[in-house]
């Protein structure tokens, strides 16, 4: 049963494009995150959001950014998309604490063209 | 840092063979905790098991997998492969009180007829 929310499950683009993928949980957890899967499956984490405190991981180009309403919802906006960026993007929540189960949402898959 | 060594990124099997998809990591902190999840095409990647209990069995859906601090390992096995276990294995490594946790590469494993 999905619990996380991504949409949209697909977007195609061009590069110089902004671009912005919502993701909404259900669980009621407190810490949010945004992964990258490449083409490679290689799954790498972008951010972590807790009580509004964001974690980045220092590999992120600056062109992305976390937008948070609330602890249900982290939104992912690219602000000028480059052909290296496409990649399905997993939404996930968790509770504090790195040994808890993460949940994933089903992902959004961007190509730029 | 922490790190995730998943060897194999293609393993391919005939129905009815033995699992076993290998994971070790590497850690400076004793409490660690292992996980397998598992990426089906078109879903969500989700939790298969997870152990920080040295030397004990860990089992789900017909899969095991002990952690094993000596060596490091966290081995993924089951005794006969179905057609339905092709999918996408991830192991990850977590540390109590540490919100990141550390992905391997994946495997991806494919059963044929």
């Known amino acids: 049963e999905t619990a996380v929310f991504q949409t949209p499950n697909y977007h195609v683009t061009q590069v110089g494009n902004e671009v912005s993928f919502n993701c909404k949980q259900t669980?009621?957890?407190?810490?949010m995150y945004w992964y990258k899967q490449d083409s490679k499956k290689l799954l790498k984490i972008m951010f972590s959001?807790?009580?509004?405190?964001?974690?980045v991981n220092e590999t992120v180009p600056r062109r992305f950014s976390p937008q948070s309403s609330d602890k249900a919802h982290l939104n992912l906006r690219i602000k000028s998309v480059e052909p290296e960026d496409s990649a399905v993007y997993l939404c996930?929540?968790?509770?504090?604490?790195?040994?808890?189960?993460?949940?994933f949402g089903k992902g959004t898959r961007l190509t730029v063209v | 840092g922490d790190s995730v060594t998943q060897k194999e990124g293609l393993v391919t099997l005939t129905e009815g063979l033995p699992v076993m998809l290998n994971c070790t990591y590497q850690?400076?902190?004793?409490?660690?905790?292992l996980f397998w999840y598992v990426h089906y095409l078109n879903e969500s990647p989700r939790l298969l098991l997870k152990?920080?209990?040295?030397?004990k069995r860990t089992e789900h859906q017909g899969f095991h997998a002990t952690l094993h601090k000596s060596s490091s390992s966290f081995h993924l096995q089951k005794s006969s492969a179905q057609l339905s276990d092709s999918a996408l294995y991830y192991c990850?490594?977590?540390?109590?009180?540490?919100?990141?946790?550390?992905f391997g590469a994946g495997t991806k494993l494919t059963i044929k007829p």
């Open positions: 996930a929540s968790s509770w504090t604490g790195g040994n808890t189960e993460v949940f």
């Open positions: 669980l009621g957890h407190d810490t």
């Open positions: 959001y807790n009580n509004k405190q964001l974690i």
């Open positions: 850690t400076i902190y004793s409490n660690a905790f």
């Open positions: 152990s920080s209990t040295d030397n």
């Open positions: 990850a490594l977590a540390n109590y009180g540490n919100e990141k946790i550390t």
